[in-house]
């Protein structure tokens, strides 16, 4: 069934005279048309399948109603900038198979000619537009026949192998070894290539100088953490909670509640404390004992009716799991108790409880008032994080909450930004601003920021690729919060979010952070299987327009002129 996409229908207002750089979409121009020096419009589709699948893929999808098939690289030029803009292996549409394909019944021996070539490089290859075979780039040794393998790739290399086409042309197919992502050619010959978007997004970079906090690895530099020394940007950050129990990573100890500390994401955070402030009533009068379990030490301070706050826990120590219990202390019914208690984390399993027993009972939680105390409201949980670097989303942020802080900035039609480790998806990231790409930096955060422009509503799909963590946010809601430390592999690191989107101008802020190693950050505009579209920001391709002030009502008509497509899309999808 031919798939009804966003994709192919914004191409085609984009043939009207407006579209896109071929470094910001999924789609990039060469002119290699049928007329010498015209353009055709070339597409990376990501999603894996075998040869024949993306050769039936392929000829399903249609630019401004001109059909698509596997890309025929029939000269050295051409196979050049294809590999130029679309750098990576990919599917071809070059077979030497003679027998029909179960999907279809195309047989190319019978249409073309084909027939199997085995190791000969220049044997009876055959395009699958029946072009003519006359060049070929087929790396040393290569085709070799190996089992059976009657479909060309273009390698990261820029050389052919030869490989299996899969199981509807009789061959096998041996996992992710033959399952390849492929390239759409459209025959569009286009007089003159695509014009550049005239998108704007403001990036920032922000780079935080402050030098590493200490260790906390015991209660007085967990004390200094508390008093701002050293402390992580974004941090202090507090939540409510209603029972004394904390996890941050490793096991659990008594109870198995086990809340993640307030603003901790990662799955294993090291040198931070955890301070719980909270008022109880006594119900039942008694000699109640309090205890701590935590990894690794802790502090209980305690005021009753308001005299001055004592000491009833100090554990001062780097270890496991472990409970330490206060002497008792006795308290009347009417009592009211102040609750100051303190634990830190340095290394490894980090986890805090905070439980009592009255008059040798079994010990209960703060929030069970099962044996005597009722909490006066929830406690407030605060963490205090010693600066380790830019490890997470909370740090980034307040990172860029400094002003002066920021030490470059540039607008560009796109956000595909890159310090170190090469591009993402999209080729031709520029560099960060205010970094030298020639030197590997750590512990800055990038920040675009404009105005999305939308003239039909619907549901747009946004991906993230990023080298570490990143966020995405439209009308200040969250749309991607991506709170990692990752690579930036399409295949396993692209997040996604989906974001209702209403005709007029949107704010959208894009932030991605680097704690460490290669660093990189990209915003695309996805289908529904996360094929990428276009960056944000390449409206003419698909990508939705970005801008920096309100323009006028008529610039807004002018701008969107490359998205009456999507309103296409839109009516498709409602009238499915």
């Known amino acids: 069934m031919k798939r009804k996409t966003l994709w192919g229908t914004l191409a085609a207002a984009a043939l009207l005279g407006v579209t896109g750089s071929p470094a910001s979409a999924a789609y990039f121009s060469a002119p290699f048309g049928s007329t010498p020096g015209n353009y055709n419009i070339y597409q990376m589709i990501t999603t894996r399948m075998t040869w024949d699948q993306a050769r039936v893929d392929a000829a399903s999808r249609t630019f401004n109603g001109v059909p698509g098939h596997l890309v025929t690289l029939t000269s050295l030029a051409e196979n050049n900038a294809v590999q130029a803009n679309a750098p990576g292996g990919w599917w071809i549409g070059l077979t030497d198979s003679d027998v029909a394909s179960s999907l279809d019944g195309a047989n190319h021996g019978t249409l073309f000619g084909a027939s199997e070539a085995g190791s000969n490089p220049n044997g009876n290859w055959r395009w699958v537009t029946g072009e003519p075979f006359s060049f070929q780039n087929f790396s040393a040794g290569e085709p070799n026949d ?5 479909a060309a790739e273009l390698r990261g290399d820029n050389l052919w192998n030869d490989n299996e086409a899969g199981g509807s042309l009789g ?63 974004g941090f202090p950050i507090s939540g409510q909670f209603g029972f004394t129990d904390t996890l941050d990573s490793g096991g ?12 901790l994401v990662a799955p294993d955070n090291d040198h931070f404390v955890v301070k719980g402030t909270g008022a109880v009533t006594v119900d039942t009068a008694g000699n109640y004992t309090f205890r701590t379990n935590t990894d690794d030490g802790s502090r209980l301070r305690i005021s009753v009716n308001g005299a001055p706050m004592q000491q009833v826990i100090t554990d001062d120590v780097l270890s496991g799991p472990h409970d330490v219990s206060s002497a008792p202390v006795a308290l009347n019914a009417g009592d009211q108790v102040a609750v100051e208690w303190t634990w830190y984390e340095s290394g490894v399993g980090g986890e805090g409880e905070l439980a009592y027993s009255n008059d040798g009972s079994t010990f209960t939680l703060f929030g069970d008032n099962s044996l005597g105390l009722t909490n006066n409201s929830d406690f407030t949980l605060t963490t205090y994080k010693s ?21 470059g900035q540039t607008t560009s039609p796109t956000f595909n930004t890159t310090q170190t480790g090469g591009d993402g998806f999209f080729i031709g990231g520029i560099q960060v601003p205010g970094l030298d790409g020639a030197v590997d930096t750590e512990d800055f955060t990038v920040v675009g920021t404009g105005m999305l422009e939308v003239t039909t509503e619907g549901d747009y799909k946004f991906g993230s690729l990023s080298d570490d963590g990143a966020r995405l946010r439209i009308d200040g809601v969250d749309v991607i919060s991506d709170d990692t430390l990752h690579g930036a592999n399409f295949d396993v690191d692209l997040k996604t979010g989906t974001a209702h989107l209403t005709p007029g101008l949107h704010s959208i802020e894009y932030m991605w952070f ?18 990428p579209i276009a960056l944000v920001g390449d409206e003419f391709f698909g990508g939705l327009r970005v801008v920096q002030q309100v323009p006028e009502p008529s610039t807004i008509v002018l701008g969107s002129f490359g998205l009456l497509g999507l309103a296409a899309l839109i009516r498709r999808r409602r009238g499915k």
């Open 146 to 150: 190996s089992g059976g393998e009657d």
């Open 171 to 233: 061959q096998n197919n041996r996992g992710a070894e033959t399952i390849n992502r492929y390239l759409v050619e459209y025959e569009t010959n286009l007089a003159s290539p695509p014009p550049a978007s005239t998108s704007q997004w403001l990036i920032k970079t922000y780079k935080n100088t402050q030098a590493f906090g200490p260790d906390v690895n015991n209660l007085a530099t967990a004390d200094s953490v508390m008093a701002g020394n050293g402390l992580a940007p």
């Open 252 to 263: 659990g100890a008594n109870f198995g509640i086990d809340q993640k500390p307030p603003g």
């Open 387 to 407: 600066y380790k670097g830019i490890q997470q989303l909370a740090i980034a942020e307040g990172t860029a909450a400094n002003p002066s802080n920021l030490i």
């Open 514 to 531: 680097e704690r460490g190693g290669g660093a990189s950050g990209e915003l695309m505009l996805l289908d529904a299987n996360n094929v």
